[in-house]
């Protein structure tokens, strides 16, 4: 009862269906360890989740963290907290701390620490039921260097570990997983209108890593290793006033699970018979995965792999990509608005929304806050909100610096 349970849960993020007409096409990508791919700020959160290629700051670990080294500010530190799926619990929470130093001119450290509580879950429905509390964290380290007054790279190393409620009579047991992101960043300037604007592209592979088992290793599943493309341009109105438009593609680099109707085709087609006869054959389905080549693919091989395997070919990969763009306005660097739009084909999931957001900036510190407003019926995400917190070091040496004297 208590995967049951569990697993509803992480359905309920994964999957929000639109209506009886793709019953059949749904196909999302499975993977583990899910909160890895959920947004932690809530900057890039009211942009529509774009963040490959805006303009650095404190929270570019998750998006790109190629970006730090062209930070204005030495070091900084972030706080961000999202209640999640507040349509289905109120209990469900993901808090992130990111930081950076720039070691000089060039070169920079980062680091984040995330942890998602799924809350209090029944292990069953009887009276004597005990209750857990499954978690998911992770922890990551990140270097990057300035290549040149325009391009800078990165690479990130991350220990992940997920929880979904072990016990001593459970056959669900903890995972853990490592994984690498490689980052690029390009921030140039061009003319436009006699306006010197800020261009820039990122690209960020997360992820890069080990698969994740549940049940003492018998069975493995990939963890959401993910490539982010995006553009962004900056153009200043005038001495106070500047605009950003930036979008994003998000591609998850996981193969797509051969689904139960592929099996019965399969079975037909081999062994003969009708569809009746195999609906119900989970076991015989989960071994077939197996001779398919899809528990036993290694992570590497995943990722050529998810370029060319969906069961409806080039439509299909095509329809696997995220789409992600943001407006945001700022008044002499100080107030924020953002708005921006996220877009998930209806067969992959579903998640397809509107978002709006603001911020305030100060020498010392920073409050951002965004919200999403779902465009898809019962969809949990709907009226998300996520707040962030940034306190920028140079700032608050120089505030201290001014007390002291």
Request: hydrophobic share 35%; net charge negative; charged share 20%.
């Amino acid at each position: 009862m208590k995967k049951i349970l569990f697993t509803a849960i992480l359905s309920a993020f994964c999957i929000s269906m639109k209506a009886q007409d793709i019953k059949n096409q749904l196909n999302p990508i499975y993977h583990g360890v899910t909160s890895l791919a959920i947004a932690p700020d809530a900057r890039s959160a009211g942009l529509g989740d774009v963040g490959a290629a805006t303009d650095p700051d404190v929270n570019s670990q998750y998006w790109n963290p190629a970006k730090y080294p062209f930070c204005i500010s030495r070091a900084g530190v972030s706080l961000n907290y999202t209640p999640w799926l507040r349509q289905i619990a109120g209990d469900i929470d993901l808090a992130n701390i990111t930081g950076y130093y720039r070691l000089g001119d060039y070169d920079a450290l980062s680091a984040s620490l995330r942890y998602f509580s799924l809350g209090e879950v029944l292990t069953s429905l009887e009276a004597d039921a005990m209750s857990i509390k499954p978690y998911e964290m992770s922890v990551d380290l990140a270097y990057s260097r300035m290549l040149s007054e325009t391009f800078s790279a990165g690479v990130a190393l991350r220990y992940i570990y997920s929880d979904l409620g072990f016990s001593q009579d459970d056959e669900t047991t903890p995972g853990s997983a490592f994984a690498a992101d490689i980052a690029l960043y390009h921030n140039g300037y061009i003319n436009i209108s006699g306006h010197e604007s800020q261009l820039g592209w990122g690209l960020n592979i997360s992820n890069i890593g080990s698969k994740i088992s549940y049940d003492d290793g018998n069975t493995s599943e990939f963890i959401p290793t993910n490539m982010r493309f995006g553009l962004s341009l900056l153009y200043p109105i005038d001495e106070y006033n500047t605009i950003t438009i930036a979008a994003d593609a998000n591609k998850l680099l996981v193969p797509t699970r051969p689904t139960m109707d592929q099996y019965i085709e399969h079975m037909i087609e081999t062994e003969g018979g009708t569809a009746a006869d195999y609906e119900n054959n989970f076991s015989d389905y989960r071994t077939w995965l197996e001779g398919e080549g899809y528990y036993n693919v290694s992570p590497i091989s995943g990722i050529f792999k998810s370029f060319n395997d969906a069961p409806n070919g080039f439509k299909e990969e095509l329809q696997e990509i995220q789409w992600s763009a943001g407006l945001e306005y700022a008044y002499n660097n100080q107030f924020f608005l953002r708005a921006g739009y996220h877009y998930e084909h209806p067969n992959k999931g579903n998640r397809t929304y509107f978002t709006v957001g603001a911020g305030f900036k100060m020498s010392v510190f920073s409050l951002d806050a965004g919200y999403v407003i779902s465009t898809a019926q019962s969809n949990p995400l709907d009226q998300t909100l996520r707040f962030s917190l940034a306190f920028d070091m140079d700032g608050i040496g120089d505030l201290l610096g001014r007390r002291r004297r």
